[in-house]
């Protein structure tokens, strides 16, 4: 089923509002979107039919409401619920999952579906084994994680990555303790450094202590949109990799205009949670969250239905080469870069500040690598073109 013909826009591109500093913010951020290469944030977004068709229909004007289970078979009547549980229905077989053995809802962003694999992966381990269990992470992973894991409490391990931002398998072994159950959070694309931790290496460890219970969680926030439509899907399938949960977000690759996300895991997760059965919802609430985006829900089943596998395809194969284009025009003049085998993220020799400001480079610092460093993301807006403008500019600057 397609979306229906677009409707006319009722408004004129370029109205304003009687509030100038609004307007005025409103200019500059259309003007400036196309030259953010620092964040992960793909400006390239295909929602201005589906604002069209929510305008027109008047929903600009009802309070929809997510609460509740979207897999529950009591939907109300101003939920869009039945379009969240077809998107997770179409992204679970691309991680791996069963459609007839998955569980997830459209989060708030990325950081909300890390919450949701982190407490899903404590009550599931304490309901097995009724033991605390002990979370691992990379000290390159998103910070996400070690701030939700000490928000609810859960005894954490920060493991050391190598140089290139990978989680050490043998600095897994070193920090396990094996008498107690283990969530581990797998970094699918570390933040800053746009690092793989290896799944496989980091599984062999934890399967030399076959008593340990174990819960896998990935935290695939940018890397897990993209990953699936390329010939690298394998890592992450579940059947392959057996993790438990993942989380993506919807305002990376996948062009949301606002953050939001995905957390998918197994409906044998799910129903090892705690139960909050919610009278006035007529149900069990297992999930954190209460209120829930409704639309956030529709925006992502609107471009599941408009851009297909094969368009996605193309948008992640593009990034990648993309991604080797820079790495090429930046070594052609010796400019200091590294990239992750499989990443869309460039980091490089923290340019003048000029530059920084001027692309919105996210920064850090590193001895390993000479110190101050800032980093490029290659987004579907991050067009050859663009990184040809921008290699001119880091050369001016470097004279």
């Known amino acids: 089923m397609k979306p229906t013909k677009p409707i006319e826009q009722t408004a004129a591109p370029g109205a304003t509002s009687p509030f100038d500093e609004l307007n005025k913010w409103a200019q500059t951020a259309a003007a400036e979107k196309n030259g953010q290469l620092g964040f992960p944030g793909n400006q390239d977004i295909k929602l201005k039919d589906f604002y069209r068709w929510y305008v027109a229909n008047g929903l600009i004007q009802v309070c929809l409401n997510n609460a509740g289970d979207p897999f529950c078979d009591n939907p109300g009547k101003l939920t869009s619920h039945r379009f969240e549980r077809e998107v997770i229905e179409y992204f679970a077989p691309l991680y791996g999952f069963e459609t007839d053995n998955v569980w997830g809802l459209v989060t708030n962003s990325g950081s909300d579906g890390n919450n949701h694999g982190i407490y899903f992966g404590n009550n ?8 605390d269990p002990v979370l691992y992470v990379s000290d390159e992973a998103h910070y996400s994680n070690m701030r939700l894991a000490h928000l609810q409490g859960i005894d954490t391990r920060l493991i050391k990555s190598d140089d290139m931002g990978r989680m050490i398998p043998e600095e897994l072994d070193k920090s ?6 283990c969530i581990i959070v797998f970094a699918m694309g570390s933040t800053f450094k746009g690092a793989i931790d290896d799944q496989n290496a980091l599984n062999a460890v934890l399967d030399r202590y076959p008593s340990m219970k174990v819960f896998r969680h990935v935290d695939a926030a940018l890397f897990g949109g993209y990953l699936p439509f390329t010939r690298h899907k394998d890592i992450v399938d579940r059947r392959i990799m057996r993790f438990d949960s993942i989380a993506v977000s919807g305002h990376k690759f996948f062009g949301m205009d606002e953050p939001a996300g995905l957390f998918i895991t197994s409906r044998d997760v799910y129903e090892r949670q705690r139960q909050f059965n919610v009278a006035y919802l007529n149900e069990d609430m297992k999930m954190i969250n209460c209120s829930r985006s409704s639309v956030d829900a529709l925006k992502f089943w609107w471009l599941i239905r408009s851009i297909s596998k094969e368009e996605w395809a193309e948008q992640a194969n593009q990034m990648l080469e993309n991604t080797g284009y820079l790495v090429d025009e930046l070594r052609k003049f010796n400019y200091p870069c590294w990239v992750n085998e499989l990443s869309n993220t460039v980091f490089i020799k923290r340019p003048p500040q000029e ?22 993301v290659v987004m579907q807006h991050v067009t050859r073109e663009r990184i040809d403008k921008f290699v001119e500019a880091l050369k001016l600057s470097c004279k």
């Open 176 to 181: 396990l303790i094996p008498d107690r159950p």
């Open 355 to 376: 530059i920084v400001e001027r692309y919105s480079l996210s920064c850090n610092y590193d001895e390993r690598f000479g110190g101050p460093l800032a980093h490029i």
């Open 124 to 131: 599931f381990l304490k309901n097995k084994t009724g033991k």
